[in-house]
């Protein structure tokens, strides 16, 4: 049906609105063109969008987004690490940057030595496990990195950092107060001043506490693997840090057996 002027001729004129056509072929035609403009938008939309199609396979990563990826998630998973690693760093960079003497005054007056210890200079317990020291700085760094990450992604940052520091802080107290000891009763070879810094006590005794809490292999083979390496470098060098390296792995293995490790009694 189709309304024309004539059949609306006299309405439009009794309201005096003049000769105004309307048909409902207009009405649907403007309807269907503002449907089509409205899909053509949606349409639009769509393909402007940014947003992965679920329906297509995500797209292959390359290794920098990995690495990128991996460097984002590490400080929140391994806090104690990253943040150690980024202290040894930054002494290591500063440290490169001095002149030999001005790097030997500051190893100097940061050894845990027994002069030290009786003058009362007992934080030096702590900066002397700032030092990368006997190797490369960038070879300790990396060795930080990988004990010590292992570690914290197996036990948490508080039991790493306690295994770590009992055996930094264990190894270094028995050997300089062996040292003092000979000193007292004047058994040759005993040094007062001794260059005692570095990471190693530590960094051994948390290898030797993962050792002990790893897989029968492990505890078979490779604890004492590396308490026979440990004990063939002290019978060449016979020096004080090669005697702290056995200590120290002494007290990994004992750290391994402590309450620390075992596990909570189940509740009834």
């Known amino acids: 049906m189709r309304v024309t002027t004539a059949d609306l001729g006299g309405s439009a004129e009794a309201f005096g609105r003049g000769p105004h056509v309307t048909t409902l072929e207009s009405v649907t035609a403007g309807s269907t063109e503002a449907t089509a403009g409205d899909s053509m938008k949606d349409r639009g939309a769509v393909r402007t969008d940014d947003r992965p199609d679920p329906g297509r396979p995500a797209p292959e990563r390359g290794p920098v987004h990995r690495l990128v990826r991996l460097l984002r998630v590490l400080p929140r998973r391994l806090p104690l690490t990253t943040g150690y690693v980024l202290v040894l760093t ?8 001095q002149s030999r003497r001005g790097r030997a005054s500051f190893i100097r007056h940061n050894s845990s030595n027994v002069h030290h210890m009786e003058v009362g200079k007992w934080w030096t317990l702590f900066t002397s496990g700032l030092v990368v020291d006997g190797v490369p700085a960038w070879v300790g760094i990396a060795a930080v990195a990988a004990v010590v990450g292992l570690a914290e992604w197996r036990w948490g940052a508080a039991r790493a950092g306690a295994v770590f520091v009992f055996g930094h802080l264990g190894a270094t107290l028995l050997t300089e107060g062996s040292m003092w000891v000979m000193l007292a009763t004047g058994i040759p070879g005993a040094l007062s001043h001794a260059r005692d810094v570095g990471i190693s ?3 051994v005794a948390t290898a030797g506490c993962l050792l002990a809490l790893g897989p029968r292999p492990a505890r078979r083979y490779g604890l004492p693997a590396l308490a026979l390496a440990l004990a ?3 019978g060449l060098d016979q020096g004080l840090a090669d005697a702290g390296h056995l200590i120290a792995l002494g007290l990994g293995v004992l750290a391994s057996r402590s309450t620390l490790f075992r596990p909570a009694p189940a509740r009834r």
């Not at 930054?90 to 940057?97: E, I, M, S, T």
């Open 232 to 234: 063939v470098t002290w």
């Open 90 to 97: 930054l002494v290591a960079w500063w440290l490169a940057g």
């Open 201 to 203: 006590y530590g960094l």
